[in-house]
């Protein structure tokens, strides 16, 4: 299958520090990526979705100024969680599709572990 | 997208089938049934998808029923490195719309 790369694996960072998060699709091209988010011993929540050279569109809920996406080129979106506190510690996945390729499946990044202090 | 329903967790024995349910019963027409799994502190992995036909794959097989509200995944022979939550998605094919994830199913492994 197709490759997500995301990184870090893991950030720990002081707290209101901002930290960016980087995944690209390594194989394919993708107009579209998603975050998630995941607490210890809950599913993934939906985030965000990313659309290249366009504002991503929020889930209900989620800070727009606090967790900022660039998608500004069909392989690489970003996450910033800006002035991060404690409880902005999880587990933050990316997902993109080759929407135009052979993969219609969605493939995700490994994962960035946050951690707040 | 249609909902799913999967049992919180099951066990399975090292070398036998795993077999894991899924209900989907307001699927529509256009839906496909979609597998993954996330193994601890990992990003989720595909493992398989299909629309009404059984389909098989090296990692797994699935199996959907005619009326299409319900299918399962068979792990032919589960090993310790299947331990993972496994997930039973629905979703039309447009890029554009995200997996939408429920709690899954917790598959343990057993020597």
């Known amino acids: 299958g197709a490759v997500v790369s995301q990184h870090p694996s893991w950030v720990i960072c002081k707290s209101g520090t901002s930290v960016k998060i980087e995944c690209r699709s390594l194989d394919f091209q993708a107009t579209t990526m998603f975050w998630y988010r995941q607490f210890p011993k809950q599913s993934l929540m939906l985030m965000a979705t990313?659309?290249?050279?366009?504002?991503?569109?929020?889930e209900q809920g989620v800070e727009k100024d606090k967790f900022l996406i660039n998608h500004a080129s069909l392989t690489l979106s970003t996450l910033t969680v800006t002035s991060a506190h404690p409880e902005d510690s999880s587990f933050y996945i990316c997902?993109?599709?080759?929407?135009?390729?052979?993969?219609?499946?969605?493939?995700f990044g490994q994962g960035t572990r946050l951690t707040v202090v | 997208d249609a909902k799913t329903t999967q049992p919180p967790s099951m066990d399975c024995a090292e070398g036998r089938a795993a077999n894991l349910p899924c209900n989907h019963s307001?699927?529509?027409?256009?839906?496909?049934v979609y597998w993954y799994r996330q193994i601890h502190s990992q990003g989720p992995q595909y493992i398989i998808h299909g629309l009404k036909n059984n389909e098989t794959n090296e990692m797994a097989s699935l199996i959907i029923t005619e009326d299409r509200k319900s299918s399962t995944l068979i792990l032919p022979h589960a090993t310790l490195r299947d331990t993972a939550v496994y997930y039973c998605i629905v979703r039309g094919l447009s890029g554009n719309t995200p997996l939408v994830f429920g709690k899954g199913t917790r598959l343990s492994v057993i020597a």
């Open positions: 307001t699927i529509s027409g256009n839906e496909y």
């Open positions: 990313s659309n290249e050279g366009s504002k991503a569109t929020y």
């Open positions: 997902s993109a599709r080759d929407v135009q390729g052979k993969w219609t499946e969605a493939f």
